[in-house]
């Protein structure tokens, strides 16, 4: 079993509706969760952040984590062509090397 | 890319040769690290520093070696390269506060015959 898995994709949604992004995790001591965005060709990007159960809402972008259920999602309300990229869920269990263990991303288009 | 570049941003090399991939930061954050990024594996923590001289591995150490003489610079060297390391490299920064987020640089394409 992958520590991260996301769902394997790709996905294409219409412009204007809700993309959701799936990822779940195995080590239950995880502490620490990101999303970030990735262009074709280009670095990522960091666009959320949450550690706590529940909901954490920026602009378009809603994360929400279930720490229970070791599950984390992105919503990405109001989808534009411009959100089509590859996102990328990321884990840390904390700790003094404060690593990051990703999954190996989802690729999201948005259909004009 | 939060005050962060590598160099060279593009480089062909042959099987067996040196190379030394440069991590330059401006955020004088504490925690630094190298990813590859191949199909099919997402990224790939290779090694990271967390302070000048203070260094460990990460997931797929092998084959690679790290410096970090001063803050600002993170060093990635193979020292033979094969063409396994056929990747594209990233520098991620992290300041060590209460956050465990990472920024990254550009990355550099790596390419070898």
């Known amino acids: 079993q992958k520590e991260v898995e996301q769902n394997s994709g790709p996905l294409s949604v219409p412009e204007g509706a809700i993309a959701s992004l799936n990822c779940t995790y195995s080590?239950?001591?995880?502490?620490?969760f990101f999303w970030y965005r990735q262009y074709s060709g280009k670095s990522p990007e960091l666009i959320m952040s949450?550690?706590?159960?529940g909901d954490k809402e920026d602009g378009r972008f809603t994360a929400q984590l279930n720490k229970a259920s070791q599950y984390v999602s992105l919503l990405i309300r109001d989808s534009q062509p411009s959100d089509s990229a590859t996102y990328l869920c990321?884990?840390?269990?904390?700790?003094?090397?404060?690593?990051?263990?990703f999954g190996s991303g989802t690729q999201l288009t948005v259909l004009p | 890319d939060a005050g962060i570049t590598q160099s060279p941003r593009h480089k062909v090399t042959e099987t067996g040769t040196p190379v030394t991939l440069r991590c330059h930061q401006t955020?004088?954050?504490?925690?630094m690290y190298w990813y590859r990024q191949d199909p099919g594996h997402g990224l790939r923590l290779i090694h990271y520093?967390?302070?000048?001289?203070?260094?460990d591995k990460g997931e797929v150490s092998d084959g690679y070696s790290v410096s970090r003489s001063k803050t600002e610079d993170f060093l990635l060297t193979l020292e033979s390269a094969t063409s396994s390391q056929t990747s594209v490299y990233f520098c991620?920064?992290?300041?060590?506060?209460?956050?465990?987020?990472?920024?990254f640089g550009p990355g550099t394409r790596l390419t070898v015959t």
């Open positions: 991620a920064i992290s300041d060590g506060g209460r956050s465990y987020e990472q920024y």
């Open positions: 080590d239950r001591v995880s502490q620490s």
């Open positions: 949450i550690y706590s159960n």
């Open positions: 990321a884990v840390s269990r904390g700790g003094s090397a404060r690593q990051l263990t």
């Open positions: 955020e004088n954050h504490r925690y």
């Open positions: 520093s967390y302070g000048v001289k203070d260094t």
